[in-house]
């Protein structure tokens, strides 16, 4: 089955810095790779997804680079704001979900220094 | 508002009591699904349910039991819990199993403590 790896596991930046956390997969089959967003006491929700045919994807502060030769993808947060704070997860999926849905990593912890 | 509502929020059990966790999602989606989260383990899936009448283990089935009531219902069971079993519990659910978009909606989560 799919392995998903994620670093670091807590990340501290100065507010307007960037930030990026990184991700390798093991299955060569997927190919869509979505970021989550967990803020304290809720539940994870999407910010911005990738599929295998486009190498980046932006969003207005974040972005997302995807490497299928390498299996990696990254995301980008540029200009940092308080409200960035909050535990980010990488997962990865064949297209159509498959048996089990998405693979999750293990979270990275954002901080957000004043 | 739209989306995935767990119940309860918070719980507390001794060790060997049962309980269930219940799931609705109002979305029309087919498949729903049932993680756990722990510090430093992310997300692992513990069972999930394709479509109605459907239920499928996952990574981490053991000690646990689902029912896959309606089409807007999934819930969890605990039938001895056990302190391995602490942890907080989201349901989460998606359009289709195959359907083009992968997005998966999160409650709000159920935080379990079993003593």
């Known amino acids: 089955g799919e392995n998903v790896e994620q670093h670091p596991s807590t990340l501290s930046v100065q507010e307007g810095d960037s930030a990026v956390i990184k991700c390798t997969y093991s299955?060569?089959?997927?190919?869509?790779f979505p970021w989550y967003k967990q803020e304290l006491g809720k539940g994870p929700q999407l910010i911005i997804d990738?599929?295998?045919?486009?190498g980046e994807k932006k969003d207005q502060r974040i972005a997302v680079t995807l490497n299928k030769t390498a299996k990696h993808f990254s995301l980008h947060i540029t200009e940092t704001q308080p409200e960035d704070s909050a535990v980010y997860f990488c997962?990865?999926?064949?297209?159509?979900?498959?048996?089990?849905?998405?693979?999750f990593g293990k979270g990275t912890h954002l901080i957000i220094q004043p | 508002n739209a989306g995935v509502t767990q119940t309860p929020k918070f719980q507390v059990l001794k060790t060997g009591q049962s309980m269930t966790l219940q799931c609705a999602q109002d979305?029309?989606?087919?498949?729903m699904y049932w993680y756990r989260q722990d510090p430093g383990m992310g997300l692992r899936l513990i069972y999930y349910?394709?479509?109605?009448?459907?239920?499928d283990k996952g990574e981490v089935p053991n000690g646990y039991n689902v029912s896959r009531l309606n089409k807007r219902e999934f819930s969890l069971r605990l039938e001895s819990a056990a302190p391995s079993q602490t942890s907080v519990y989201f349901c989460?659910?998606?359009?289709?199993?195959?359907?083009?978009?992968?997005?998966?909606?999160f409650g709000a989560g159920s935080r379990l403590t079993v003593l």
């Open positions: 349910s394709a479509s109605e009448g459907t239920t």
């Open positions: 990738i599929r295998s045919n486009v």
């Open positions: 299955d060569s089959a997927s190919n869509y």
């Open positions: 979305m029309n989606h087919n498949s």
């Open positions: 989460a659910s998606k359009a289709g199993l195959y359907s083009g978009a992968n997005v998966l909606t």
């Open positions: 997962a990865a999926s064949k297209r159509g979900g498959g048996a089990d849905g998405l693979t």
